[in-house]
T-cell receptor, first 112, second 114 residues
Framework: SQQGEEDPQALSIQEGENATMNCSYK?????LQWYRQNSGRGLVHLIL?????REKHSGRLRVTLDTSKKSSSLLITASRAADTASYFC????????????FGKGTTLSVSS | EAQVTQNPRYLITVTGKKLTVTCSQN?????MSWYRQDPGLGLRQIYY???????DKGDVPEGYKVSRKEKRNFPLILESPSPNQTSLYFC?????????????FGPGTRLLVL
């Protein structure tokens, strides 16, 4: 069953613009993670935000978490063509904190 | 270099012919997992393992088997592959303790069952 749902499904922007992707989830979480996937390749972990955190930064990435709305957003500032990829949010499903439930992803296309 | 490796990367087979996709990690992670990725469905977990000799079903385990005889290896076995198992498969691993929730993914195995 899908836990996280990303929005929009696809996003096309120009280099230098900011890209914002949203994720909504259904049940309470311990943490929420964002992953990136280049076409046909494995997923790469970008950032993790815990349920008691509201905002986190990592380089050009900024993640927010609103547990009252069960939503998160990923902002990529000053985007580059190399940021073209699919982005997934993932939440931890079980008590052991192991099984990740992924959304269907947002496909970001950055043109130069 | 810390990594998760999968083999083969690409495989074309026929219905009913048993196959195994290997997965190996060199990070001494306790937890390993298999996912499949299909268009419009995202990633779905097939099986996972909390440690050696401990495995459990994920969301879509039908038609698959796994084993965990050693900590570093977690092979995915398709005893009798069917066309609906055509997919992109990912193996992942992580530590269980110490707040290290990040999962590390292998490069993927693209399987086509004819």
């Amino acid at each position: 069953s899908q836990q996280g749902e990303e929005d929009p499904q696809a996003l096309s922007i120009q280099e230098g613009e900011n890209a914002t992707m949203n994720c909504s989830y259904k049940t309470s979480i311990n943490n929420l993670q964002w992953y990136r996937q280049n076409s046909g390749r494995g997923l790469v972990h970008l950032i993790l935000i815990r349920s008691n955190e509201r905002e986190k930064h990592s380089g050009r990435l900024r993640v927010t978490l609103d547990t009252s709305k069960k939503s998160s957003s990923l902002l990529i500032t000053a985007s580059r063509a190399a940021d073209t990829a699919s982005y997934f949010c993932a939440t931890v499903r079980n008590q052991a904190g192991t099984a990740l439930i992924f959304g269907k992803g947002t496909t970001l296309s950055v043109s130069s | 270099e810390a990594q998760v490796t999968q083999n083969p990367r690409y495989l074309i087979t026929v219905t009913g012919k048993k196959l195994t996709v290997t997965c190996s990690q060199n990070m001494n992670h306790e937890y390993m997992s298999w996912y499949r990725q299909d268009p419009g469905l995202g990633l779905r977990q097939i099986y996972y393992s909390m440690n050696v000799e401990v495995t459990d079903k994920g969301d879509v385990p039908e038609g698959y088997k796994v084993s965990r005889k050693e900590k570093r290896n977690f092979p995915l076995i398709l005893e009798s592959p069917s066309p609906n198992q055509t997919s992109l498969y990912f193996c992942a691993s992580r530590h269980l303790a110490g707040g290290q929730e990040t999962q590390y993914f292998g490069p993927g195995t693209r399987l086509l069952v004819l």
